[in-house]
């Protein structure tokens, strides 16, 4: 017996140790890797500014003072060239990324193709494209010919996309110029943004505070207004989560509509979890004016792409004056918002009301339940695919939380889910969440089926149009929050499972009664709770958004209602 616990034992050390020798030579060949990557960026960095001031600091300071419609109209009337307003985009961007660090690479050719834009206006046939010269930024994943697409992978880089997807394609059709790729957690299964590629991109209103992820650069860059306009990607909140920490709005599009050949994805091969690009910018007016140009023209993705189905802008839903129905609720029931949070819904419904909508109370089903579906769905090898990634490349200290859990067996996790449940039943719930076989993902994928007729069967009962909730648990945190509290993705995940269209729309600030509330009355009934609570606080000041989501290819009233709540907010 004795013979074999010492081989056994051996065995263990023995792997061990070839593990960790082998982990030891990834990473300092890949450190190697990081810093040269490093250097590159600030050389680009450096080549840009010089494009950039080639343009009169006047007319920057007035082209960069225009909204998305303005800047659109003065290119198309001329009266604003495409290099005029890349050079002052090139400009406002660099200034977003020293605060922020939100760019992984500045596209330099941008300069070239806004030049030969100018040359072809110049032609009396030409006709101008509708966003044309309008400057576009893009998360990093997103395939670019020429360029990497890492997701934060060390192991990644240098292995530049060899052709556009067919949405960047149509982008560039349009006539927007891709200008700049910003920054992604590491795996993009994160609400925070930080890699040991091009490290931590910051909220822009507080430097300790993530601008949230994963398509966290883009919050960062168009929220401290170096972008007018760019492109996230979403799988569980990942353009609606820094929206609501930027103060930025932003749309997270049913699946079916974009084209997604030639895409890249956190996990390919999940089809139950609905993952969408998506537009983000500084307004709603923006995003409709991106969408209603980008699907009036869809047949230009369904041809390419026979899944994308040629469903086209639908402006009498957009523009109706048919009064909404709208539901709403402030707590789901599994993770209760911060005092803030709250607020922005209970506002966004009086100005929803005093435009004649009517809103009423909406309950969303067993929360408990989505949860553990989501995870089970969204990890369907129980994150073997990400972990092994993982594994081959140095891992992202502020994520290492969630890469611990999946490195634990989920049988382990099983077992230890029984006490755990004694004194922290909603950890105990996720521990339950991982697949421990295919009976089980069946089960769970029917399930999903399940709960997306009982939600659509509800809403269709009360005649709702739209459903109005929080964006989030908690305003922007401190990076390495989102790694511990992952289970405050239920807001925004909940419309990947169920594949509603879902936005977000900036409504306000956390204000000191805010905090006096979140002291007094907030929950600290389990480590979650108390984890959020301490990173709300201080946070005075720190944007707030509202979600807003509506089922399949019903984008524009959703559209409809995040633009009415602008309006009631902005009065512009
Ligand atoms: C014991 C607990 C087991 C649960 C393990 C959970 C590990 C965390 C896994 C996933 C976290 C998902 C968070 C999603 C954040 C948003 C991600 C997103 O939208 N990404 C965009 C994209 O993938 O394109």
Known sequence: MLFYVVLLLLGVGAYYYHFTAN????????????????DDLAKNVEETRRIADKLDPKRRDYIGGLDFLQLQNELQKGTVTCVEAVRTYFHKAILAHEKTNAVTCFIL??????????????????????????????????????????????????????????????????????????NVPQSLLSYNCSNPLFGTTTNPFDSTRTCGGSSGGEGALIGGRGSIIGIGTDVGGSVRIPCHFTGTAGIKPSK???????????????????ANDGPMAQDVKANVEFLRNVWGDIDFQSDRDPYCP?????????????????????????????????????????????????????????????????????????????????????????????????????????????????????????????????FELREAYADIEAYREEYVGMMMKDDLDVILCPASVMPAPQHDIPSKVVSGVSYTCLYNLLDFGAGVV???????????????????????????????????????????????????????????????????
């Open 310 to 438: 040629p469903v086209h802008w639908n402006e009498s839903l957009y523009s109706s004056e048919k009064k909404l129905r709208v539901g709403y609720y402030i707590d789901d029931g599994w993770f209760t918002p911060t005092p803030a949070l709250q607020r922005a819904v209970l506002e966004s419904k009086k100005h929803l009301e005093n435009a004649g909508h009517t809103v009423i109370p909406f309950y969303p089903p067993r929360l408990t339940k989505v949860m553990q579906l989501y995870f089970r769905a969204v990890c369907l090898d129980g994150g073997q695919y990400v972990l092994n990634k993982l594994l081959k490349d140095i891992i992202e200290p502020t994520i290492r939380f969630q890469v611990t859990l999946w490195m634990v067996p989920t049988w382990v996790q099983r077992i230890l889910s029984y006490p755990v449940s004694l004194v922290f039943p909603r950890m105990a719930v996720l521990m339950q969440s991982l697949t421990r076989d295919t």
């Open 109 to 182: 050719e941008a300069d070239q193709q806004a030049e030969e834009l100018d040359e072809k206006a110049k032609q009396a046939s030409y006709v101008k494209p509708p966003m044309f010269g309008v400057p576009l930024s893009l998360k990093e994943c997103l395939k670019l010919k020429g360029y990497d697409t890492t997701r934060g992978f060390v192991q990644d880089a240098y292995r530049p996309a060899t052709e556009d997807s067919i949405q960047i394609e149509h982008y560039k059709k349009l006539g927007l110029i891709p200008f700049c790729q910003t």
């Open 23 to 38: 982990r030891k030579k990834i990473i300092e060949r890949l450190e190697v890797v990081a810093q040269r990557r490093r």
């Open 256 to 274: 079916m509509r974009f084209a997604h050949r030639g895409g890249g994805a956190s996990v390919p091969g999940k089809p139950m979890i609905d």
């Open 506 to 572: 900036p409504v306000t600030t956390v204000s000191k009664s805010d905090e006096e509330k979140l002291i007094n009355e907030y929950p600290e009934t389990d480590k979650w709770y108390q984890t959020v609570k301490k990173a709300t606080i201080g946070a005075i000041g720190m944007p707030i958004g509202v979600q807003v989501a509506a089922p399949p290819f019903r984008e524009e009233a959703v559209l409809r209602t995040m633009r009415e709540i602008e309006l009631a907010i902005t009065g512009k």
